[in-house]
């Protein structure tokens, strides 16, 4: 079985990997949950799309078994209060500007990984932290559950697909396609420009547009997520970024390694 855990209003992203788990698997279930302990921010929360009619339609197209789609007093009948050690990988980037985002997704994906058992749980490097993060909670609870990472899916103009991106105006969906256009031109000069200064260079690129505040931007080792501050370093590095259009807030990331 493959579980293909959301919070709903799928995009083509989520339809990646549930085609993923369905070639894979002889039964694929799909989690829609937006799952409150995950949220540092009551605002952003509430605003979260919900679409749940719109998505069994979509999903009714692709041969999956089971949609599951509890009420949140199902999955925390009394208040969760583990609390994860994910060794310094939550301290950074989305972990350092989300404080106890992660907590909230181990919880969560945990309790869905006991109720549902599947043998391979697929999620995007979209969120190439999280794809970290669980990875290393899957090793710590010694559970047997597969971790199957998936591709970036982007919409033409190189937006990274996003439930958020529902709640952008069409003149910041404009000014969002800057992201990758920075990510891409950052990787031409990997290598070359020391990377403080490509750093700089890439979030003056991206303030040229006013509508776009960064709220980090860092290269760091693909396994430990450490910032790096010398491309001499040995191993998988990636870039990854966030950043806040108005209300919403945009991650994204590029492999750079080379
Ligand atoms: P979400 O509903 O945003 O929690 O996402 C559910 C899963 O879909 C996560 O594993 C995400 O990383 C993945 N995902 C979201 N957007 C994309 C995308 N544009 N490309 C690939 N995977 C994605």
């Known amino acids: 079985m493959g579980l293909v855990p959301t919070m709903g209003s799928l995009h083509e992203g989520h339809i990646s990997l549930v085609e993923k788990s369905t070639s894979q698997n002889g039964i694929t279930a799909v989690s829609i949950f937006v799952n409150p302990t995950q949220f540092n921010e009551k605002q952003d929360f509430e605003s979260y799309p919900r679409n ?25 009948p009394k208040p969760d209060t583990r609390v994860f050690d994910f060794g310094g990988l939550d301290r950074i980037m989305e972990g350092e500007h989300r404080p106890g985002h992660f907590n909230g997704v181990a919880q969560v994906v945990s309790r869905f990984f006991e109720i549902i058992t599947p043998d391979r749980a697929y999620f995007g490097e979209k969120d190439f932290q999280q794809m970290v993060i669980i990875r290393k909670m899957v090793l710590d609870l010694k559970s047997s559950v597969r971790i199957i990472g998936c591709p970036i899916i982007r919409e033409e103009n190189g937006l990274a697909m996003s439930s958020r991106n529902r709640l952008l105006s069409a003149g910041e969906r404009n000014s969002a396609a800057r992201i990758h256009k920075a990510l891409t031109l950052a990787k031409e000069k990997a290598g070359e420009v020391e990377i403080p200064r490509l750093i700089e260079q890439t979030i003056q690129f991206l303030h040229e547009d006013p509508r776009l505040k960064t709220e980090y931007f860092e290269i760091i080792d693909d396994q430990n997520l450490k910032p790096l501050s010398h491309w001499s370093s040995a191993g998988g590095k990636r870039a990854c970024i966030a950043v806040k259009i108005g209300n919403v807030r945009l991650i994204d990331n590029m492999d750079f390694s080379f």
């Open 52 to 76: 749940l009619d719109d998505d069994l339609d979509i999903l009714a197209r692709f041969p999956v078994d089971i949609v599951f789609a509890p009420p949140a007093k199902e999955i925390y």
